[in-house]
């Protein structure tokens, strides 16, 4: 290409020479107006938005100086102070170490002087931490000990000696005398001699309901069986279902067994015999034993 073709290009009408003139000074009024002419818009003030903004500032203020307090603390026992919990109350890496070690020798603090002396700590962090230390209650009310009076013309008295009653002729309040038997409990005991005509050993104690072990434990050192009782005894062989039903150890569905055994092997002879029918209480049987007749 030589210039005499470039300068073709170049070559213009007049009414595109007055085109061109036109859009060079539209160019320059538009960039002197941009740098002359103020286009912000003016805010019309409101007193109301004002005092919100004043306001908000005082909060933005406070919730500053929150963030910059310590976090809140809780009540502590100082002995079990961790590195991590010691590290954020203040304490130097030495003093929680001189804590550890004298922790490990199984040893306790039970004052705030006390850990001081141990941790080394300044008495401005002790006066800080010693508000939130919590000790156990044995250390912060420590009784002292008390001289026993002596009485010269006092002699001991002797422990009385327990004459045991048996429990067949014991009366309710006999019974009410024993720690943890009330008014309801020595009827229940009483009622229940009632039905069985009388006990035949203490060991039925355990088949009183409302009875701890601490209770009967009790009764035993208060009572015994010195004679069994004239009982009205059940003749096992020829009592109807209805009789052995009514039995306190026998309830229907042994009592309904029983029958069955009778009906198909005869006449029941002792007590073993009865063990081996099946619901049998074996561990009962020779109290059992003592309100049946085999004959």
């Known amino acids: 290409m030589n210039f005499k073709t470039l300068g073709s290009f170049f070559i213009f009408t007049r009414e595109q020479r007055t085109g061109i003139?036109?859009?060079?000074?539209?160019?320059?009024?538009?960039?002197?107006?941009?740098?002359?002419?103020?286009?912000?818009?003016?805010?019309?003030?409101?007193?109301?938005?004002?005092?919100?903004?004043s306001l908000q500032s005082k909060v933005d203020s406070m919730k500053v100086d929150n963030n910059k307090k310590l976090p809140k603390m809780y009540l502590f026992n100082p002995n079990f102070i961790t590195d991590y919990k010691g590290y954020k109350l203040g304490m130097s890496v030495k003093e929680i170490d001189r804590l550890l070690a004298f922790r490990k020798q199984n040893k306790y603090v039970n004052s705030p002087q006390e850990f001081q002396n141990v941790t080394k700590i300044s008495d401005s962090l002790l006066n800080m931490m010693a508000p939130y230390f919590k000790f156990p209650d044995w250390v912060n009310n420590k009784k002292e000990f008390k001289e026993f009076k002596k009485y010269p013309n006092q002699a001991f008295a002797k422990k009385e000696k327990i004459v045991l009653i048996d429990i067949n002729q014991a009366s309710k309040e006999d019974l009410i005398k024993i720690y943890g038997i009330g008014e309801a409990i020595s009827l229940r005991i009483l009622k229940q001699k009632e039905s069985l005509g009388g006990f035949v050993s203490m060991e039925q104690m355990k088949d009183v309901?409302?009875?701890?072990?601490?209770?009967?434990?009790?009764?035993?050192?208060?009572?015994?069986?010195?004679?069994?009782?004239?009982?009205?005894?059940?003749?096992?062989?020829?009592?109807?279902?209805?009789?052995?039903s009514q039995f306190y150890y026998f309830r229907y569905a042994l009592a309904k067994e029983i029958v069955s055994y009778r009906s198909m092997r005869g006449n029941i002879n002792n007590i073993e015999d009865l063990t081996k029918i099946k619901g049998f209480p074996v561990d009962r049987a020779k109290i059992i034993g003592l309100y049946l007749d085999f004959n």
């Open 209 to 244: 309901w409302g009875l701890s072990p601490e209770v009967i434990e009790n009764l035993n050192t208060h009572f015994k069986v010195s004679v069994l009782p004239n009982i009205k005894k059940i003749d096992i062989n020829n009592a109807s279902l209805k009789e052995l």
């Open 21 to 53: 003139f036109t859009l060079f000074v539209i160019i320059i009024l538009l960039q002197m107006i941009y740098f002359f002419v103020d286009f912000g818009f003016e805010t019309k003030e409101y007193p109301d938005k004002q005092k919100w903004l």
